[in-house]
């Protein structure tokens, strides 16, 4: 009796090993790929030059649209576009000069003309030569090419007031430009500047993230590829600590065109494969998932 009952109690646990190693089988099985989850992450750099007056972000920090990363020093800028006005300034007060040159010779060019009319008529009496009318037509077109070219000095000013405006507003804007700002909802993932820091265009300041929206990339064997579509909703999970799952809706967002050899970090369902094929996920986060997390999938 003693040893049947040894028996019976091995027995029962060799069916309770059993049992659980096809749970955890069958559990293991239910994935149909596995992968790891990354996101798209950029650079944002700066496009001013001067002092970091303002850099009030640290790493984890999420970010909304338009919140401030850094405020670069304009002080340099400000004196710039000072000095621009003050040059308008002296190029207005040109303007003056030249039209009092202009109807100086304005009136000039009117006394002419009727010293031409009184000529013609007495020509006409033969109270004048040929000469003196030749002479004063001389004088009114000579009159008339300094009436040009005085107005093209204005033409001149103007254009260089247009110049001077140009530079202004560039002036402006690279001030706009010194204010950098989150372009989207983000993470920040890393910064690369502290304040009062030198920067210059180009500088990196801090690496963004859309952590709300993870992708999860996964790898699929010939086999499974008629199985995959885009816009298809699957079923996405990352390990509990308790052995379980947390479970999300994923969208497949995209399946590649051309296979690829398997990378060496990923299994797929069946051994390995030598060639597969890549897919993105979309997944909604939670705050859960990190990148580099490995995840599993399975296909509705």
Same mark, same amino acid.
């Given at each position: 009796?003693?040893?049947?009952?040894?028996?019976?109690?091995? $027995?029962?646990? #060799? #069916?309770?090993?059993?049992?659980?190693?096809?749970?955890?089988?069958?559990?293991?099985?239910?994935?149909?790929?596995?992968?790891?989850?990354? !996101?798209?992450?950029?650079?944002?750099?700066?496009?001013?030059?001067?002092?970091? %007056?303002?850099?009030?972000?640290?790493?984890?920090?999420?970010? *909304?649209?338009?919140? @401030?990363?850094?405020?670069?020093? !304009?002080?340099?800028?400000?004196? +710039?576009?000072?000095?621009?006005?003050?040059?308008?300034?002296?190029?207005?007060?040109?303007?003056?000069?030249?039209?009092?040159?202009?109807?100086?010779?304005?009136?000039?060019?009117?006394?002419?003309?009727?010293?031409?009319? /009184?000529?013609?008529?007495?020509?006409?009496?033969?109270?004048?030569?040929?000469?003196?009318? =030749?002479?004063?037509?001389?004088? &009114? /077109?000579?009159?008339?090419?300094?009436?040009?070219?005085?107005? @093209?000095?204005?033409?001149?000013?103007?254009? +260089?007031?247009?110049?001077?405006?140009?530079?202004? =507003? *560039? #002036? /402006?804007?690279?001030?706009? /430009?010194?204010?950098? %700002?989150?372009?989207?909802?983000? @993470?920040?993932?890393? @910064?690369?500047?502290?304040?009062?820091?030198?920067?210059?265009?180009?500088?990196? #300041?801090?690496?963004?993230?859309?952590?709300?929206?993870?992708?999860?990339?996964?790898?699929? $064997?010939?086999?499974?590829?008629?199985?995959?579509?885009?816009?298809?909703?699957?079923?996405?999970?990352?390990?509990?600590?308790?052995?379980?799952?947390?479970?999300?809706?994923?969208?497949?967002?995209?399946?590649?065109?051309?296979?690829?050899?398997?990378?060496?970090?990923?299994?797929?369902?069946?051994?390995?494969? =030598?060639?597969?094929?890549? &897919?993105?996920? *979309?997944?909604?986060?939670?705050? *859960? &998932?990190?990148?580099?997390?490995?995840?599993?999938?399975?296909?509705?």
């Amino acid at each position: 009796m003693k040893v049947m009952s040894k028996i019976t109690g091995i $027995s029962s646990i #060799l #069916l309770v090993t059993l049992l659980l190693t096809s749970a955890c089988n069958n559990n293991h099985d239910e994935a149909d790929v596995w992968g790891n989850f990354e !996101t798209r992450d950029y650079v944002i750099s700066s496009q001013a030059q001067g002092e970091c %007056l303002k850099f009030p972000v640290e790493e984890g920090h999420k970010l *909304r649209s338009g919140d @401030t990363i850094a405020v670069v020093d !304009t002080s340099v800028i400000h004196l +710039e576009i000072r000095s621009i006005i003050m040059q308008k300034e002296a190029v207005k007060a040109k303007f003056p000069s030249v039209t009092a040159q202009v109807e100086v010779q304005e009136e000039k060019l009117v006394t002419l003309k009727k010293d031409e009319s /009184r000529i013609k008529n007495m020509l006409k009496q033969k109270a004048a030569t040929e000469k003196q009318l =030749d002479d004063i037509q001389g004088q &009114i /077109r000579m009159t008339e090419k300094s009436i040009k070219q005085i107005k @093209t000095q204005n033409k001149s000013l103007f254009a +260089e007031l247009g110049v001077l405006d140009a530079n202004i =507003d *560039r #002036l /402006r804007d690279k001030i706009q /430009r010194a204010v950098v %700002l989150a372009p989207a909802n983000a @993470t920040v993932l890393e @910064t690369f500047v502290c304040q009062h820091e030198l920067v210059a265009p180009g500088k990196p #300041l801090v690496k963004l993230a859309d952590m709300d929206n993870m992708v999860l990339k996964a790898w699929i $064997s010939g086999n499974q590829l008629s199985e995959v579509k885009i816009g298809q909703e699957v079923n996405v999970r990352i390990d509990k600590g308790d052995g379980g799952y947390y479970e999300y809706s994923g969208t497949v967002s995209h399946v590649a065109d051309e296979a690829e050899f398997t990378p060496t970090v990923i299994q797929t369902k069946e051994e390995r494969v =030598d060639m597969v094929y890549a &897919i993105d996920i *979309r997944v909604k986060n939670d705050g *859960r &998932i990190k990148i580099g997390m490995p995840g599993d999938v399975v296909f509705n």
